[in-house]
Each structure stands twice: as C-alpha cells, then as structure tokens.
T-cell receptor
Framework: DAGITQSPRHKVTETGTPVTLRCHQT?????MYWYRQDPGHGLRLIHY???????DKGEVSDGYSVSRSKTEDFLLTLESATSSQTSVYFC????????????FGEGSWLTVV | AQSVTQLGSHVSVSEGALVLLRCNYS??????LFWYVQYPNQGLQLLLK??????LVKGINGFEAEFKKSETSFHLTKPSAHMSDAAEYFC????????????FGTGTKLQVIP
C-alpha cells in the first residue's frame, strides 16, 4: 500500500468544462503517474512526474495537463473536457526500492456528458 | 521500445482447474516483469514481480509466474482456481527507456465457473 488517495472518486461533468483530478501520496515517492483505463486498451500513460515541477508526456497526453508543486500532490487537468475523455483515471507512484514497482490508487471515474 | 502482449482477452476455467494466463514481452534490455490483478471497481494490486535472480516467482493468493528469456514470456499460473480469482489480470514490463517507465498489456479477464 503506497498511501495514494485520489479525488474525486466519481464525477460527471459537461463537455467543454475544465476538470481537475487530484492525487495525493504519503510515501514521498519521486515518480508519480496518471493512467487512463479503457476497455480493450488496458492502461495508457497520460503524463508522469519525476519530481517537483518535473513532468513529461505519456502516450495519450493530448487534451491533458499536469502540475506538481509539492512532492505529495500530482494534479491532472482536462482543460476542456470531451466525451472521449470519459474513462477511469488511475494515479500511481513508483517505489525505487526493491524493483521499481508501481502502486496504484483506487481510481477516479469521470463521465463527460 | 518495449511492449506486452497478453494472449486472450477472456479466459474461462472451472473451479479447481489450472489457471494459465499468457504474457509475452519485448524489451531491448533485461526486463522487470509484473503481474497485477484488478477486482471490479478497484485499483490494480501487485500480484508478483520479477526483477533479477530466480526465474520462478511466487506471489500472493497462490499465483506464480516463470520468466523465460528464450521465449520472452512471463506466464501466470495457479494450480487450482477459486471463485475469488475472478478478476482482470494485467502483465507489465519495464526496462527500455528506464525502469521507471512501465508498459501494461491490455488485460485478461478471468472467469471461474462453479
């Protein structure tokens, strides 16, 4: 258990509105990730962070931005939500000890109508 | 580049039968390999992992996996399926591009038939 908390856990929003998902970790891990999960696609990396203010794009970053102003918090923002961004979003952190293992939060279910 | 292929998006087994979930990977460097399990409406939970050393890895809930370099495989097995094993299972690999970059397969849903 990597002490990862995601909020909100469920959200319904309208097309064109901005949405921010928050990830909070208590383990002081350097690496944090945002994935989205969709049927048939598994988990796809949106953005990741390797330190405060240090972020990089993943394979499906279009339409998303991230920020990390503190080690423990990693925010994912949908600037203008679209229906194609309806998904389950998972935050994860990586422990660099004992095999660089990723641990996941419980997920945030986002529906864009 | 690295990738993971999970053969079979759905697998059905009878309760008490052998569970075999297949995973093949590609990696340009020695890989780290992982299996995760996801129960409905939950996050992913680590089942087991291979980094270095012994190629047969034991995990939680009676699962194990064997790293076979020559076959680029990391198949997940359990001798006897239980109803509680019904879930979705994801294989993952890291290594190419750094061990902090983890690539996941598309998942295999395991159904256990009473």
């Amino acid at each position: 258990d990597a002490g990862i908390t995601q909020s909100p856990r469920h959200k319904v929003t309208e097309t064109g509105t901005p949405v921010t998902l928050r990830c909070h970790q208590t383990e002081n891990h350097r690496y944090m990730y945002w994935y989205r999960q969709d049927p048939g696609h598994g988990l796809r990396l949106i953005h990741y962070s390797y330190g405060v203010k240090d972020t990089d794009k993943g394979e499906v970053s279009d339409g998303y931005s991230v920020s990390r102003s503190k080690t423990e918090d990693f925010l994912l923002t949908l600037e203008s939500a679209t229906s194609s961004q309806t998904s389950v979003y998972f935050c994860a952190t990586l422990t660099e000890y004992s095999g660089n293992t990723i641990y996941f939060g419980e997920g945030s279910w986002l529906t864009v109508v | 580049a690295q990738s993971v292929t999970q053969l079979g998006s759905h697998v059905s087994v009878s309760e008490g039968a052998l569970v075999l979930l297949r995973c093949n990977y590609s990696s340009s460097v020695p890989p780290y390999l992982f299996w995760y399990v996801q129960y409905p409406n939950q996050g992913l939970q680590l089942l087991l992992k291979y980094t270095t050393g012994a190629t047969l890895v034991k995990g939680i809930n009676g699962f194990e996996a064997e790293f076979k370099k020559s076959e680029t495989s990391f198949h997940l097995t359990k001798p006897s399926a239980h109803m509680s094993d019904a879930a979705e299972y994801f294989c993952a690999v890291s290594g190419s591009g750094g061990y902090q970059k983890v690539t996941f397969g598309t998942g295999t849903k395991l159904q256990v038939i009473p």
